[in-house]
């Protein structure tokens, strides 16, 4: 049995229900212990028309990967989606906590699983395939690409939040994973007047939809 989760501090996300999802973060731990604002971005975007302010996950299929916290894919559980939030395995017990937490408030399911990326699938057949700032890791770029590939049907929808960094080279990692995805999907950027009008920051290129036209 995983050891107990302790020294937490806990992320308030207020959803257009006036409920608060609340999540747990580490105070010590690897980059996915804490929600980053790409995670925010999407989280929020979800519940607006572009998603008939949530109604059209409900009863859908979704997959979330890279999810940390789990901040996405909780919301995508809160408006009725099912989801399967995914990580490495060192974060599935952080996310079945956030899924424990707010399971009164989860109108759909949600499911934590390990899915180490290039290695593992779930396999379902996905609507929704959500992620929050993935594009962070160099040896890490193709086995992403590989499995979005992989648990993409003909009309998965993928939703990219990314954090465009400017330092180091996270540039050259994110013109590379686009250069990969190009090679499988159509992609579109999510206008900012199309997201939430509190999370959406210029800073983040956020929401990038990719259609998966043919592999
Ligand atoms: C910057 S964090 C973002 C976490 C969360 N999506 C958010 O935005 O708050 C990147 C996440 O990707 C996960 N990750 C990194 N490499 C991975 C791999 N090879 N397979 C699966 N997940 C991986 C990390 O564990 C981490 O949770």
Known sequence: MAAPIENTFVREV??????????HQLEVGDVGCVVWDAALVLS?????????NGELLQGKKILELGAGTGCVGIMAAH??????????????PLIQMN????RALLKG?????????GQDTVADYYHYIFLADCIYYDESIDPLVKTLVDHCGEDTKVFCCYEERITGNKPQLQRKFFQLISEHF?????????????FR?????SNTEATLVSI
């Open 186 to 198: 159509d992609t579109e950027e999510i206008p900012l007047e199309h997201q939430d009008s509190h």
């Open 201 to 205: 920051t210029l800073g983040l290129k």
């Open 44 to 52: 929020k975007y979800i519940e607006t028309p572009d998603f008939k």
């Open 99 to 102: 899924i424990g937490e707010n």
């Open 109 to 117: 399911s949600a499911r934590a699983q390990p899915l180490t990326w």
């Open 79 to 92: 408006v009725g989606g099912d989801a399967i939030i995914t990580d490495l395995p060192d974060f599935v």
């Open 14 to 23: 207020e959803t257009n229900t006036g409920q608060f999802l609340k999540i």
